[in-house]
């Protein structure tokens, strides 16, 4: 898969999301409508609510110290792009040459060429830093919750548990998750800002089937997916549930067909 149309969709970012105070408190609710019932699968909402309570509390303690055996962990994290995917993605960009700054060539022109990008560079990175602090402080958050969460239930690797919960409750905005009807130029613009929408329904639908029928597997599962639905009726009120608007469109449209305002 290609970004086709990227010019246009970084234009739709710039104007929506970046720079927007609100926006990154929405995106910072994330842990609890996400991390929160996932968590919950594996020791109940009690445990994963005191977890990820501890984790925000901690992060925002200046100075705190973490266990020796996750605050290594968590700087391996790091380096490999788990909680800070945007920061790995910046350094690959520059070390390839294909990064935002640029040098200039030694003439009067061509330095105050790349003077001036460098200032344009600057001024996009710190207008998106909002949306992107955001991201990382709930990548951060899950992952020190889960892995604290994995060692108290003496599971073999913390590191892999907690790794593995970002993934799923943060999900994968590479262009390879795009849907086949969010490629294209088309597709790709106007699918811009739905992919959180759908790797949540999503991952609704893998939580309830997983495991076996009749498993202990498979009921934590659907008791993770209804504490979903149930956080996002408490965010959103019962207009913010999957298809509600949609369900209101067909309402509305069977009732004028049938001569009613």
């Avoid at 996932?38 to 901690?58: E, M, P, R, T, V």
């Avoid at 995917?85 to 790349?114: C, K, N, Y």
């Avoid at 992107?132 to 599971?155: D, F, H, L, P």
């Avoid at 009921?219 to 979903?228: P, S, W």
Wanted: hydrophobic share 45%; glycine share 12%.
């Amino acid at each position: 898969p290609q970004d086709e149309a990227r010019a246009f969709s970084g234009r739709l970012f710039a104007q929506y999301l970046r720079g927007s105070v609100a926006s990154a408190f929405v995106n910072m609710t994330q842990p609890f409508a996400v991390s929160f019932p996932w968590l919950s699968q594996h020791g109940g909402a009690g445990k994963a609510a005191k977890a990820l309570g501890l984790a925000a509390k901690h992060m925002s303690t200046r100075g705190y110290k973490y266990e020796a055996d996750l605050a290594e962990a968590l700087k391996k994290a790091e380096d490999d792009g788990i909680v800070s995917p945007q920061e790995v993605h910046q350094l690959m960009a520059q070390a390839r040459g294909s990064g935002s700054l640029r040098a200039g060539d030694g003439t009067r022109i061509g330095d105050a060429r790349a003077l001036a990008s460098n200032s344009v560079a600057r001024m996009s990175v710190a207008w998106g830093k909002l949306f992107g602090s955001a991201e990382q402080v709930n990548r951060r958050i899950t992952y020190i919750a889960a892995y604290r969460m994995a060692k108290a239930q003496g599971m073999a690797s913390a590191d892999e548990f907690a790794r593995h919960a970002v993934t799923e409750t943060q999900f994968v905005y590479s262009k390879a998750s795009k849907i086949k009807w969010g490629r294209g130029a088309v597709g790709g613009t106007l699918m811009t800002f739905k992919t959180y929408s759908i790797a949540y329904a999503e991952l609704m639908h893998r939580l309830w089937n997983q495991g076996e029928p009749g498993s202990a597997e498979r009921a934590d599962g659907r008791k993770a997916a209804a504490l979903m639905i149930a956080t996002l009726l408490l965010m959103g009120g019962a207009g913010g549930l999957p298809f509600a608007e949609d369900l209101e469109d067909l309402i509305d449209g069977a009732g004028q067909l049938m001569a009613y305002n």
